[in-house]
């Protein structure tokens, strides 16, 4: 009868201190969701973020990069808001914080914004006020004639 006795390798040990290390990375993967919250006033306004439709408010969106957002607000009877808002990184998105934050911290970090507008009902101008923009606008792109 032959007794097998377990063979030890010397790099054993270290192969299973990287696979444990591996696995434990692999389950405390961080997380951060951003968002943006537009309200308006009244609801229903139709919302682009960037020139992309995103929704009616009030809506809330997610977004993967912080900087300056192009704005247009519109509903029928009001005037269209066009604007931009910038969204400014938390401390934690800096270097080398950003790393832990997204990779390594086991819970989920939120990152949200409340932006508010207020629209103003569309006024419709009267003749007169026609008639000069429509005379302004000729001087300006006629030549002086004189």
């Not at 229903?44 to 960037?50: E, K």
């Not at 005037?79 to 931009?84: A, E, G, S, Y």
């Amino acid at each position: 009868m032959v007794l097998l006795s377990p063979v030890r390798h010397k790099g054993y040990s270290k192969i299973i201190l990287w696979a444990a290390l591996t696995a434990a990375f692999g389950l405390c993967q961080g997380c951060v969701e951003r968002t943006i919250t537009i309200n308006t006033t009244p609801d229903g306004a139709r919302i682009w973020l960037n020139d992309e439709l995103v929704g009616t408010s009030p809506t809330t969106v997610t977004f993967q990069w912080y900087g300056d957002y192009r704005v247009k607000i519109a509903k029928p009877g009001y005037q269209v808001i066009q604007t931009h808002r910038k969204v400014k990184a938390p401390w934690y998105d800096a270097f080398p914080f950003d790393f832990f934050a997204q990779v390594i911290w086991p819970g989920r970090v939120v990152d949200s914004h409340q932006w508010s507008f207020t629209l103003h009902e569309a006024t419709c101008p009267t003749h007169e006020e026609l008639v000069q923009r429509a005379q302004a606008l000729r001087n300006t792109l006629q030549p002086n004639q004189d």
